[in-house]
């Protein structure tokens, strides 16, 4: 599987503040870009996606934001509050050649103090 | 969004005995798989069930150790066999949803602790 880098492994962030994960990926060929939120003892739950078409995707206090040319995309929690502490996974994949199989980054786990 | 149930939820299971763990979707979808992750880890793609035929394997995932079955667009069984202390992992069925692009979803997971 193509590799998807994700950094950093952990962040704190105060409550209110912006929290911004980053991947970046290796394979041209991927057009899917999501972003998994995973709580303890549950599976993952899909946040938000992208498509590199777009450079920017915003549903709520979530935003994507995508650059194709740099092969990297990452992910913006604004206002976040303690109930956004999880942990976070991007992901790609190339679609319906590929059977749309996601390759993960590694992980995010985010806290956000009271 | 589909709705996945996993069963079982938790399980320890002693050394040498294999478990079978079931999938069950509440709408026909095109695709099914079978994930891993490892305690504290991302994910890792196992396998890609195939409806009525055998599972397509990633790399380090063989059939022996991981049979997979998909009788309809439904169901999926995956079955971790001769378990060692080395499959503690949660096992995670994800599903993606027919006519909605690769949106892709997962279930609660299977936890096995292996003994």
């Known amino acids: 599987q193509q590799q998807v880098k994700q950094s950093p492994q952990s962040l704190i962030v105060q409550k209110g503040g912006i929290s911004i994960i980053n991947c970046a990926y290796e394979?041209?060929?991927?057009?899917?870009f999501p972003w998994y939120q995973q709580f303890p003892g549950k599976g993952p739950a899909l946040l938000i996606a992208?498509?590199?078409?777009?450079s920017e995707k915003k549903e709520g206090r979530f935003t994507i934001s995508f650059n194709k040319s740099a092969k990297q995309f990452s992910l913006h929690i604004m206002d976040s509050q303690p109930g956004d502490s999880a942990t976070y996974f991007c992901?790609?994949?190339?679609?319906?050649?590929?059977?749309?199989?996601?390759?993960f980054g590694e992980g995010t786990q985010l806290t956000v103090n009271p | 969004s589909a709705v996945i149930s996993q069963k079982p939820s938790r399980d320890i299971c002693q050394r040498g005995t294999s478990l079978t763990i079931q999938c069950q979707v509440d709408s026909q979808v095109t695709m099914m798989f079978w994930y891993r992750q490892q305690p504290g880890q991302s994910l890792t793609l196992i396998a890609t069930?195939?409806?009525?035929?055998?599972?397509?394997?990633e790399s380090g995932f063989v059939i022996d150790k991981f049979p997979i079955s998909r009788p309809n667009l439904t169901f999926s069984t995956l079955t971790v066999s001769n378990m060692s202390p080395e499959d503690s992992s949660i096992y995670l069925c994800?599903?993606?949803?027919?006519?909605?692009?690769?949106?892709?979803?997962f279930g609660e997971g299977s936890w096995l602790t292996v003994v």
């Open positions: 994800s599903v993606r949803n027919s006519g909605a692009g690769n949106t892709i979803y």
């Open positions: 394979n041209t060929a991927f057009d899917y």
């Open positions: 992901a790609a994949s190339i679609g319906e050649t590929s059977g749309s199989r996601l390759t």
């Open positions: 069930a195939n409806q009525g035929s055998e599972a397509t394997y």
């Open positions: 992208i498509r590199p078409d777009v």
